[in-house]
């Protein structure tokens, strides 16, 4: 056998072995492999990590581009990759900085009770420091992202510019869809609630992995810190005079946290628009990035809502104004 037949063999055999791990990792844990995945897409992308120490432990931020600067606040038990579909072209008209929120991603703490002021704190000192210390900030934030940047501004108005927010805010939800799934078939009704219709559904395997980061990860540490935690954080009937103007942006199929809430949390702002995304869930930048991107440059690029609003502003489906 010819040493160049022995070499290509070599490489079959090791591209075989690396597919046959890849595979296993995939099956096994199929949540953290999306994850390594998503978060390489952003280091592809061009984005830079950096660890920034705060009060409450290492706070991993990631960062790129040039321009004004726009920050990316994921939902609980996410973290910064989930933005990977959507920042590239982000990073060509704004500075881009997207942290792990405290507890998540690679930030600390990584073990106990974890309470929204632990989070809040934590942001707080991430934009303190020096490479975006006192410039003006455009938050925007998906579920538990929505409702951090929302208390961020209500403490920082001079901060902030502009809030886009999509799926979450600082109101009660009436909905309460169960985010720690105890077996496949509440597993499989939190997908449901999360994802329009016609979404494809992850597998019986995913469903097992759901099941055991939910009861052992973020979500299941946000309410060891318990309820009343977090009820100190809403802003229930304290909108009136909110000092930001609000953007929101929600899938129509979310029923983790459905338009009404969306309509409700309109409906106590001074100054607030509401764009529909058809055909989309609870995390448009995952389910639908094309149109989530394409409706964030239509509204950076546009005034905000003017107050008082005599109306509500609300986009039709698809994010197409009336």
Same mark, same amino acid.
């Given at each position: 056998?010819?040493?160049?037949?022995?070499?290509g063999l070599?490489?079959?055999?090791?591209?075989?072995?690396?597919?046959?791990?890849?595979?296993?990792?995939?099956?096994?844990?199929?949540?953290?492999?999306t994850?390594?995945?998503?978060?390489?897409?952003?280091?592809?992308?061009?984005?830079?990590?950096?660890?920034?120490?705060t009060?409450?432990?290492?706070?991993?931020?990631?960062?790129g581009?040039?321009?004004?600067?726009?920050?990316?606040?994921?939902?609980?038990?996410?973290q910064?990759?989930?933005w990977?579909?959507?920042?590239?072209?982000?990073?060509?008209?704004?500075?881009?900085v997207?942290?792990?929120?405290?507890?998540?991603?690679?930030?600390?703490?990584f073990?106990?009770?974890?309470?929204?002021?632990?989070?809040?704190?934590?942001?707080?000192?991430?934009?303190e420091?020096?490479?975006?210390?006192?410039?003006?900030?455009?938050?925007?934030?998906? *579920?538990?992202?929505?409702?951090? @940047?929302? =208390?961020? %501004?209500?403490?920082?108005?001079?901060?902030? $510019?502009? /809030? #886009?927010?999509?799926?979450?805010?600082?109101?009660?939800?009436?909905?309460?869809?169960?985010?720690?799934?105890k077996d496949?078939?509440?597993a499989?009704?939190?997908?449901?609630?999360?994802?329009?219709?016609?979404?494809?559904?992850?597998?019986?395997?995913?469903?097992?992995?759901?099941?055991?980061v *939910?009861?052992?990860g973020?979500? @299941?540490r =946000?309410? %060891?810190?318990?309820?009343?935690?977090?009820y $100190?954080? /809403? #802003?229930?009937g304290?909108?009136?005079?909110?000092?930001?103007?609000?953007?929101?942006?929600?899938?129509?199929?979310?029923?983790?946290?459905?338009?009404?809430y969306?309509?409700?949390l309109?409906?106590?702002?001074?100054?607030?628009?509401?764009?529909?995304i058809?055909?989309?869930?609870?995390?448009?930048?995952?389910?639908?990035?094309?149109?989530?991107?394409?409706?964030?440059?239509?509204?950076?690029?546009?005034?905000?809502?003017?107050?008082?609003?005599?109306?509500?502003?609300?986009?039709?489906?698809?994010?197409?104004?009336?």
């Amino acid at each position: 056998m010819s040493i160049l037949l022995k070499v290509g063999l070599l490489l079959i055999f090791v591209a075989l072995a690396v597919l046959i791990a890849f595979s296993m990792s995939f099956y096994l844990r199929p949540l953290a492999t999306t994850v390594w995945f998503r978060r390489n897409a952003l280091s592809r992308a061009g984005f830079h990590k950096t660890a920034l120490a705060t009060t409450v432990g290492t706070q991993m931020v990631w960062h790129g581009g040039s321009g004004p600067v726009l920050v990316l606040l994921h939902g609980a038990s996410d973290q910064a990759g989930t933005w990977s579909r959507v920042v590239s072209k982000l990073k060509a008209n704004f500075e881009v900085v997207m942290p792990d929120l405290a507890g998540h991603g690679e930030s600390e703490p990584f073990s106990g009770p974890l309470s929204l002021g632990t989070l809040l704190g934590a942001f707080e000192q991430v934009l303190e420091a020096p490479q975006w210390h006192d410039l003006p900030l455009t938050l925007v934030g998906n *579920s538990l992202g929505a409702w951090l @940047a929302m =208390l961020y %501004a209500d403490t920082h108005p001079c901060r902030v $510019k502009r /809030l #886009l927010l999509a799926g979450g805010g600082p109101v009660k939800n009436a909905v309460e869809i169960g985010l720690m799934p105890k077996d496949r078939e509440e597993a499989r009704r939190v997908m449901d609630a999360a994802l329009d219709p016609s979404s494809p559904r992850p597998a019986n395997f995913v469903l097992d992995d759901l099941i055991r980061v *939910s009861n052992s990860g973020p979500i @299941a540490r =946000l309410f %060891a810190a318990g309820v009343e935690d977090m009820y $100190k954080y /809403l #802003l229930e009937g304290r909108l009136a005079n909110f000092p930001v103007p609000v953007d929101l942006i929600w899938g129509a199929s979310d029923r983790i946290v459905p338009l009404d809430y969306a309509k409700k949390l309109q409906a106590q702002l001074p100054r607030c628009t509401l764009t529909v995304i058809d055909r989309c869930g609870h995390a448009p930048q995952l389910e639908r990035p094309r149109q989530f991107t394409r409706v964030l440059f239509e509204i950076l690029a546009s005034p905000p809502a003017p107050a008082p609003a005599r109306e509500p502003s609300v986009s039709m489906p698809g994010g197409e104004n009336t």
